[in-house]
């Protein structure tokens, strides 16, 4: 079975390849394609997958008999995608050093600049959306039996641009929701793997209703214990005492909803901003590769330890709430998720994963082809959304309101429109002002050559 990772020169391939090295299944991935506009940086990756090759038990030369899957490397978007039966993407349109500015524009006018949420994922995708939707019609072309798993931000953004060429055959993903649940049956006394979790809404705007042990729900008795509730990430964030007045755990973004001024005002206090920390992290990294004396591996692995320490640093510091805990650093996220619906496609073996896909009938307040993130049965046919309970109203409000943003992104992507862009910022709730959003659209479109699409009327 052949896996294509677009966006292979990226920093994080080499927890996809980890898990790939650890499938001894019937059936596994044989070989990797790495694609990247980057050729130094898929020199630096490949690097590092081979010396994770090299320590891994097994034949090698055999990555059909349970060895190493074999791995190669292109610049050939097309070339990439032939012959694939998984395409994995996880591109970064403008790299590291377009987050940066898409933070610092959204600071200089005071609003948020993250990278998934408010004004940053707004300019992260109106870059990203025209790109994804060109690989949707290219792994249509090329590869119309792949499955396209969506690991690009905003995800469910760029995922439900790309359902519009592809269809059911792309599935977005996210590790947030699985963390989280696993934190919340942690704090429980319950095993994470044999608990059921209740959580909808977008990516990156979500709430943990209820989390069902053999039966039973398990969070009110949670929501009940201020101790208990204060005892891991989230309760940390936001305070037991709002968790308690929500009836739910929200997903760790919801913080730059609930908490938006405190956080617009650690990120404009804080030294640099998220993305300039990474970018200046990952130059070095590849800057290291480069150079090719430090072993590779460890010197990602030290790299990768940094970076998750330094999580929504400047959230913590806005509420107080300390150093990330040890249980918060391990891995078997995002990739974890990922080999598990290639599983259950490929081999049909059935599972329920937390996924991005097309709402169909799933929340009565959004049309079908709105992609939200929920609880999914998955099978050699695709993910198929669970029944959910329907939102509160304040979570139906919010997740309409930024839905209906989303739609505006897509649509001053395809159009290229100024005005609809403007419209797109003005529209999102963490933008407060119409002026304001014109006077973001031409900071983005300064700073960034590749929105230079979006025309004036």
């Not at 395409?87 to 377009?98: N, P």
């Not at 009940?224 to 309760?235: K, Q, V």
């Not at 973004?253 to 300039?276: I, M, S």
């Not at 609809?420 to 304001?436: I, M, N, Q």
């Amino acid at each position: 079975m052949k896996l294509t990772i677009l966006g292979g020169g990226g920093f994080r391939v080499p927890l996809v390849y980890g898990a790939l090295l650890a499938d001894r299944s019937p059936g596994r991935v044989t070989h990797v394609t790495l694609h990247d506009l980057d050729p130094g940086r898929l020199g630096a990756v490949a690097r590092v997958l081979a010396e994770q090759a090299a320590a891994s038990p097994g034949d090698t030369a055999r990555p059909e008999a349970g060895g190493a899957p074999t791995v190669s490397h292109t610049t050939d978007l097309d070339e990439a995608l032939r012959g694939a039966d998984f395409v994995f993407s996880a591109i970064r349109v403008g790299g590291l050093e377009g987050r940066a500015a898409d933070e610092r524009v959204a600071l200089d006018h005071g609003v948020l600049g993250q990278e998934t949420v408010g004004a940053g994922g707004i300019a992260y995708g109106l870059r990203t959306v025209p790109v994804a939707v060109d690989i949707a019609r290219r792994v249509a072309r090329l590869a119309p039996d792949a499955w396209v798993i969506n690991f690009t931000n905003p995800a469910g953004l760029v995922t439900e641009a790309m359902s519009r060429h592809l269809g059911d055959r792309v599935i977005g993903i996210c590790d947030s929701p699985v963390g989280l649940g696993r934190r919340v049956a942690r704090a429980l006394g319950a095993d994470p793997d044999r608990a059921w979790i209740d959580y909808v809404g977008l990516n990156h705007l979500g709430w943990l209703r209820g989390l069902r042990v053999a039966g039973r729900d398990e969070l009110p008795r949670l929501l009940a214990d201020p101790e208990a509730l204060g005892s891991f990430e989230e309760g940390k964030l936001f305070g037991p005492e709002w968790l308690a007045s929500l009836g739910a755990i929200p997903n760790e973004y919801l913080h730059y909803y609930y908490f938006n001024r405190e956080a617009v005002r650690a990120y404009r206090e804080a030294e640099q901003t998220r993305g300039a920390f990474l970018r200046d992290q990952q130059a070095r990294f590849y800057e290291v590769m480069e150079q090719g004396h430090a072993p590779a591996l460890a010197t990602w692995d030290r790299t990768r330890a940094e970076r998750e320490a330094t999580y929504m640093a400047a959230n913590r510091e806005a509420a107080g709430a300390g150093e990330r805990d040890e249980s918060d650093l391990e891995s078997g996220g995002y990739e974890q998720v990922a080999l598990a619906l290639m599983r259950a496609i490929a081999r049909d073996e059935r599972t329920t994963l937390i996924l991005n896909v097309r709402n169909r009938t799933t929340l009565a307040a959004l049309d079908e082809d709105a992609v939200i993130e929920v609880p999914c049965l998955v099978d050699a046919s695709g993910a198929h959304p669970v029944s959910v309970d329907p939102l509160p109203g304040h979570a139906t409000g919010l997740v309409c309101a930024v839905k209906a943003v989303e739609r505006e992104v897509m649509n001053a992507a395809d159009s290229g429109s100024h005005a609809t862009a403007v419209k797109a910022f003005a529209l999102h709730p963490l933008v407060d002002s119409v002026a304001v959003a014109h006077r973001l659209v031409d900071g983005y479109t300064t700073a960034h050559p590749g929105l230079a699409y979006l025309n004036r009327p």
